[in-house]
């Protein structure tokens, strides 16, 4: 198994715009690795895309991604579904201003996305009705698992009260994904199935020391109930014995930079923090 981690950043991308902090001007300097931008991974062995932030163009450009078969949502915050208008990008036939037929994406919705998906909205209503009508996507909806090619994907519901999100367990030839990346407290960790992961990718949670502005999280900040501390984050993929952690969904306001993130892997064996453009074999 095959995966680029497309963007490695959180909600909002290094470099922040308009911001000159240390970090970001950093950023601005040196670009990728210590520029970052919205989340996103391709999965390469199945032509997969999980999520669409509103740089996804530029980022299956600069990774040389030639195919589009199979799109999926762990959730609909904007960070994650901003750049859905790429299925138009990709199929867009102006002629006609329909979909070449052998361009259309397959929307892989697992239960309940396939309902609340159809709430994001355009001047023409729905966006996803109007992306059906067009012709870019067709819906595949599923329950629980879904085969994609040679791949078995397991699609684990994390209910956050307004929106669930999905912790995708990818499997292919004996090999394990586990795809976290964002607001999964509390993690299913009573699931048999995200144990033993050849590999987690997830959300390393909350930095409680050196933010920016010397700001520290109440105990009733509403991020401690969509995250775990760091250290909380470490404890969970010793758990659920993953074999190798990798980190992503960086935010800018942990105020620490690509060399930060290098020397915080030194200190722990078996984890890394992503970057733009990492590309990882299973």
């Known amino acids: 198994m095959e995966i680029t981690i497309l963007g490695s950043g959180g909600c909002t991308v ?3 715009p308009l911001c000159q902090c240390g970090i970001c001007r950093e950023a601005r300097e040196k670009g990728v690795p210590y520029a970052r931008s919205g989340p996103a991974v391709f999965i390469h062995d199945e032509n997969l895309l999980i999520d669409t932030p509103a740089e ?3 980022q299956l450009n600069q990774n040389g991604i030639d195919q589009l078969k199979f799109l999926m949502f762990t959730h609909l915050d904007p960070d994650h579904v901003e750049g859905i208008r790429v299925v138009e990008q990709v199929a867009l036939d102006f002629r006609d201003w329909r979909a070449y037929e052998e361009k259309q994406v397959a929307l892989l919705l697992p239960e309940p996305l396939d309902r609340d998906i159809y709430r ?22 599923f329950k629980h698992q879904i085969d994609v090619g040679d791949s078995k994907i397991l699609g684990i519901p994390v209910d956050r009260g307004q929106q669930t999100v999905f912790i995708y367990v990818i499997t292919k030839m004996g090999r394990k994904l586990v795809y976290a990346p964002c607001d999964i407290r509390p993690f299913p960790e009573s699931r048999p199935e995200v144990h033993g992961a050849d590999l987690l990718v997830i959300q ?37 014995k993953a074999k190798r952690v990798l980190f992503v969904h960086l935010e800018e306001y942990w105020n620490r930079g690509y060399e930060d993130y290098l020397a915080i892997e030194k200190e722990h064996e078996g984890i890394r923090f992503a970057h733009d453009g990492m590309r990882i074999n299973l």
């Open 14 to 16: 290094i470099p922040k």
């Open 204 to 240: 390393p949670g909350i930095f409680e020391t050196g933010l920016k502005h010397g700001f520290i999280y109440p105990e009733d900040h509403i991020s401690r109930t969509t995250l775990y501390t760091f250290d909380q984050t470490l404890a969970l993929a010793e758990r659920i």
């Open 120 to 141: 994001l909205q355009s001047f023409h209503g729905s966006l996803l009705d109007f992306y059906q009508k067009q012709g870019y996507v067709r819906c595949i909806q």
């Open 56 to 58: 996804i163009g530029r």
